[in-house]
Nanobody
Framework: QVQLVESGGGSVQSGGSLRLSCAASEYTYSYSTYSMGWFRQAPGKEREGVAC???????YYAHSVKGRFTISNDNAKNTLFLQMNSLKPEDTAMYYCAAQNNQACALSVGWYNFWGQGTQVTVSS
């Protein structure tokens, strides 16, 4: 069991930056044993993987965000981050963090058992 709470969303203009946070609590196992991911869902579209980080700290990104977004993990604070730079209107979506007690991470929705409630990101042109 893991409780995940996202924060840091908001409205920015195209080219701007935001930093999302995901605080984890009430986890059954040590936080560092979980792989973590960020996902997003725009209105009328399916939820898609944005970035993930495995237990060894290896990171993976969707092609659409590679070079602009950075996922990181602070195990001491049990917090996951997503630094988003050079934002575009097409990045507008609800952003979710997810966790799974597994060595590997994946950009697939079905990989994760635990999800936060989401934080809205809106990018205007």
């Amino acid at each position: 069991q893991v409780q995940l709470v996202e924060s840091g969303g908001g409205s920015v203009q195209s080219g701007g930056s935001l930093r999302l946070s995901c605080a984890a609590s009430e986890y059954t196992y040590s936080y560092s044993t979980y792989s973590m991911g960020w996902f997003r869902q725009a209105p009328g579209k399916e939820r898609e993987g944005v970035a993930c980080i495995d237990r060894d700290g290896r990171t993976y990104y969707a092609h659409s965000v590679k070079g602009r977004f950075t996922i990181s993990n602070d195990n001491a604070k049990n917090t996951l981050f997503l630094q988003m730079n050079s934002l575009k209107p097409e990045d507008t979506a609800m952003y979710y963090c997810a966790a799974q007690n597994n060595q590997a991470c994946a950009l697939s929705v079905g990989w994760y058992n635990f999800w936060g409630q989401g934080t809205q990101v809106t990018v205007s042109s």
